[in-house]
């Protein structure tokens, strides 16, 4: 039987400015799903999320994954496979006068 776990990263959090998320460690699992759950966002706003990657929790890299560009509400998933020990999200906001109201979910399987 496969492990699995879900981590609740964001929980209805508003972000008017570019965020990054809080680290998680992941070493145990092989496979990652990010998803995105958007309740608003106004302004004419537009979201982006690249994954990052960490050895040790403390420096951070590009993974090279990341969400197509978000323009509204619903929910959004991105699989990801080979990403070391810790993964974050970074987000930029862009539109005037952006708001996003978000949930963030992090489900680690292995």
Known sequence: MRHFFTAVIEKNATFEDDFTTEPYECAWASEARWFIQVADLDGKAELEARVQVSPDGLFWCD?????????????????????GGWLRLNCSLSGQNPRARVMIYLVLKE
């Open 63 to 83: 993974h090279g994954a990341g969400f197509p560009t978000i323009s509204g509400t619903g929910l959004y998933p991105l699989p990801l496979r080979d990403f």
